[in-house]
Nanobody, 119 residues
Framework: QVQLVESGGGLVQAEGSLTLSCTAS????????MGWYRQAPGKEREVVAQ???????NYADSVKGRFTISRDKGKNTVYLQMNSLKPEDTAVYHC?????????????WGQGTLVTVSS
């Protein structure tokens, strides 16, 4: 099992910035991807950004150029730096951990942290 603890959500004005953090603990497989998903009211959960254990990243088109994902492998922590926030970024942001082994493909979720962007 992997436990994920998120922090950093809150209320911010449009064009402001926030940084989310997520620390993983437990049985951590060395081949993995960590990332952030978000779910806005009345909408489905969508991927925001992901980073693999080798450092490869991918972003949703809606956040490219504004959000940056990074990780500290030694601390098993992933960060999401969010700049130029828009009201449409308002959502519950969930940390995600995916094993990427040939025979290990478990997935774990954090409880979520609320980001509210006011106009």
């Amino acid at each position: 099992q992997v436990q994920l603890v998120e922090s950093g959500g809150g209320l911010v004005q449009a064009e402001g910035s926030l940084t989310l953090s997520c620390t993983a603990s437990g049985s951590i497989f060395y081949l993995n991807a960590m990332g952030w998903y978000r779910q806005a009211p009345g909408k489905e959960r969508e991927v925001v950004a992901q980073i693999t254990s080798s450092g490869n990243t991918n972003y949703a088109d809606s956040v490219k150029g504004r959000f940056t994902i990074s990780r500290d492998k030694g601390k098993n922590t992933v960060y999401l730096q969010m700049n130029s926030l828009k009201p449409e970024d308002t959502a519950v942001y969930h940390c995600n951990f995916k094993e990427q082994g040939v025979r290990r493909n478990l997935e774990f979720w954090g409880q979520g942290t609320l980001v509210t962007v006011s106009s």
